[in-house]
């Protein structure tokens, strides 16, 4: 059972996910470095965060792969309804609770070729 807090957080992590994903789209158009950072839009659930995180493209992905993990600066992570699964220096990889899931999974973006709807339910084993 979400409250409306949780459900705020989880849903102002998925609209980041969203600008982020144009920006991903967007500089994978011009050329880029392997290894270069991106400054890609804090995914934390805080409302009045604005701040940037700088990931490699790489790493960015790596995180997109899960619908429930968000990059976050450090210190941003919010206990209580999600965990830290990575502390790096620039970012924190945090991966929301079951209970959002349904709500970052809803939003997530259109070119999943090959990722059959349903597959992020829980109860899927994990694939790490
Ligand atoms: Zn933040």
Same mark, same amino acid.
């Given at each position: 059972m979400l409250d409306a807090r949780k459900r705020?957080?989880?849903?102002n992590e998925a609209r980041f996910r969203e600008i982020n994903d144009r920006l991903d789209h967007d500089v994978r158009t011009v050329a880029t470095e392997p290894g270069?950072?991106?400054?890609?839009?804090? +995914?934390?659930?805080? %409302?009045?965060?604005?701040?940037?995180? !700088?990931?490699?493209?790489? +790493?960015? $992905? @790596?995180? $997109?792969?899960d619908d $429930?993990?968000?990059a976050v600066l450090p210190g @941003?992570?919010?206990?209580?309804? +999600?965990d830290v699964i990575s502390r790096g220096e620039r970012f924190f990889v945090v991966r929301k609770h079951a209970e959002a899931a349904p709500?970052? !999974?809803?939003?997530g973006p259109t070119d999943r070729s090959g990722d059959s709807p349903?597959?992020? %339910?829980?109860? $899927?084993?994990p694939s790490d």
């Open positions: 705020r957080i989880a849903e270069e950072m991106v400054d890609f839009v804090c +995914e934390c659930g805080k %409302l009045d965060c604005a701040l940037t995180v !700088s990931l490699t493209l790489d +790493e960015y $992905r @790596h995180v $997109r792969d $429930r993990l968000f @941003h992570e919010i206990g209580d309804a +999600e709500i970052v !999974s809803a939003q349903g597959a992020n %339910l829980p109860g $899927r084993a």
